[in-house]
C-alpha cells in the first residue's frame, strides 16, 4: 500500500513504512482466533458500525440495490477454531456480512492497528493526517476495540480537515498548520456571500499555517492533505 500524499523524504518514508506492514500482527487487541480464515476483502473494510443488523435482505423486494446485506447476528460471531476475546466480538458485532469469515473482517481491523503502530513511530503528525484524510479507513472503530493506546490520534484528528471544502458547523475557527503537502498545495477561506478573506499557495511543500476566522463560512484545500489545529503537537 502506497501513500502518494506525501512529499519530498515523507514519501520515501511512508514507503518503506507500509511495505513493513504487509503482514498483520496482534498489537495488544488480544488473542486472535486460531485459524484466520480467508483473506479480509474490501468490502470488510468498507462495512462499517452504521450498517445496522436490520439491514432489509437481499430477498426483501422492498430493499434498495444499494442496500447493505444482512450482518451476522453477535451471538452466531464465532470463529472456525478458537475464540474471539471480548473486544474482538465487541468490534465485529455489526460488521460481518452473511456468508463472511469473521475472522476475515477482525484481519481489516489488526491490519488498520498495525498500520498505526508503525506510522506512529515514524512520524506521529504523519498518523494523524492519514487518519484525517482517510488514507487509513474505519481508524475509530479499530483504536476503539483493538489497539486503544492510539486513543489520542484519533481525537487529535477529530479536530483536523483533510483535503476538500468543509463549511457550516464543520467549520471552526483558529489557526492550522498543513501536514505533508505536496508543491501543489493550495487553499482559500471564504466568508459571507463568497468574499475571499484568505488565500494562498505553497510551489515548494513547506508546511504553512492558515487561520481560520470567526467571520469565515467555508474552507477549501487541495494538494495539502490535512490540516491540524496549531499547538496541537502529540
Not at 181 to 207: E, F, I, M
Request: hydrophobic letters at 35%.
Amino acid at each position: 500500500m502506497r501513500y502518494p500524499f506525501l512529499a519530498g523524504a515523507a514519501v520515501v518514508v511512508m514507503t518503506a513504512a507500509l511495505a513493513a506492514c504487509g503482514s498483520s500482527s496482534d498489537d495488544g487487541g488480544g488473542q486472535k482466533p486460531a485459524a484466520a480464515g480467508p483473506a479480509a476483502s474490501s468490502g470488510a473494510a468498507s462495512s462499517g458500525p452504521e450498517a445496522g443488523s436490520g439491514s432489509p435482505s437481499a430477498t426483501d423486494p422492498k430493499a434498495s440495490a444499494t442496500s447493505e446485506p444482512p450482518k451476522v447476528p453477535a451471538a452466531e460471531l464465532t470463529p472456525a477454531t478458537g475464540t474471539f476475546t471480548k473486544k474482538q466480538k465487541e468490534y465485529l458485532v455489526d460488521r460481518v456480512p452473511r456468508g463472511m469469515d469473521p475472522a476475515a473482517v477482525l484481519q481489516t481491523g489488526q491490519e488498520t492497528c498495525d498500520r498505526l503502530t508503525y506510522l506512529v513511530k515514524v512520524d506521529r503528525e504523519t498518523a494523524v493526517g492519514a487518519i484525517i484524510s482517510g488514507e487509513i479507513a474505519d481508524a475509530k472503530p479499530a483504536v476503539e476495540h483493538l489497539c486503544v493506546q492510539h486513543e489520542e490520534l484519533v481525537e487529535r484528528a477529530s479536530g483536523g480537515y483533510a483535503d476538500g471544502t468543509h463549511e457550516g458547523k464543520a467549520l471552526r475557527a483558529g489557526r492550522y498548520r498543513d501536514v505533508s503537502p505536496t508543491k501543489a498545495c493550495s487553499w482559500q477561506v471564504t466568508g459571507a456571500n463568497g468574499k475571499n478573506l484568505v488565500s494562498g499557495s505553497s510551489d515548494d511543500g513547506r508546511r504553512t499555517v492558515v487561520t481560520i476566522p470567526e467571520a469565515a463560512r467555508a474552507f477549501t484545500s487541495t494538494g495539502c492533505y490535512a490540516w491540524l489545529p496549531e499547538g496541537d503537537n502529540g
